[in-house]
């Protein structure tokens, strides 16, 4: 049977056999304050529904997901694994649900700032993942490389090496030009304004100059294999 806590910023639903919920409510309260502290905006209230079985969350994502998928946001509603079966429906570990929150809040965030018309799959992504990984420079793949063709890609061709290009080229714009730069790029981009021109009116680079940048930034950071 499922039961609702009003938490004011947000509806948390769960099941009341679900024996970690008050780990989980303090993570959820904590992984909400850490992204109002990075955008400092205000968003609508939204609900967190906890899942339990793959099978379930298929059902609400409307089909078959690969285990690397563990939670996703759709129409002011996060969906994602419940931290009691955290490391046994995904590939994660159940220290990585509070990254989870992280990301899939940060969102909401997101989508507060954006125009819904126009939504690039890096920016949305690669500032999730730079989020949740504490704003800090990740290690990469030795062989990783950003392209425009990769930013450029929508949802259906992601893969696992996708959010890596994508948080790669958030952290170099963040940590080398501000993070205030990159929300004025998603105002900017609300604009309607080109893409091109939005990256040179803001970093006063061309987007394939910053690509180039950013990967000769990678080069500096640690590499590991995955």
Known sequence: ???????????????????????????????????????????????????????????????????????????????????????????????????????????????????????????SEGLATFIQHNQKRSNYKKKLIIKKEILDEGFERMIMDSYQVYNLFVEYLILNFSKDKILDLILELKKRTKVDDAFQKIYKKSFVKLIEDANKYKKTTRSRRF
């Open 1 to 123: 049977m499922e039961k609702s806590i009003n938490l004011k910023f947000c509806n948390l639903i769960y099941s009341e056999k679900d024996k970690c919920f008050d780990r989980e409510k303090k993570l959820v309260i904590k992984a909400f304050n850490y992204n109002k502290d990075f955008f400092k905006i205000e968003v609508a209230k939204f609900d967190i529904k906890f899942v339990y079985s793959r099978l379930e969350f298929n059902k609400l994502w409307g089909e078959k997901t690969k285990d690397f998928v563990s939670g996703f946001t759709r129409d002011s509603k996060i969906t994602l694994f419940a931290y009691s079966v955290f490391d046994k429906e995904t590939r994660w570990k159940k220290k990585d649900f509070y990254e989870c929150l992280v990301h899939e809040i940060s969102h909401l965030f997101y989508e507060e700032l954006r125009d819904d018309s126009y939504d690039p799959l890096w920016l």
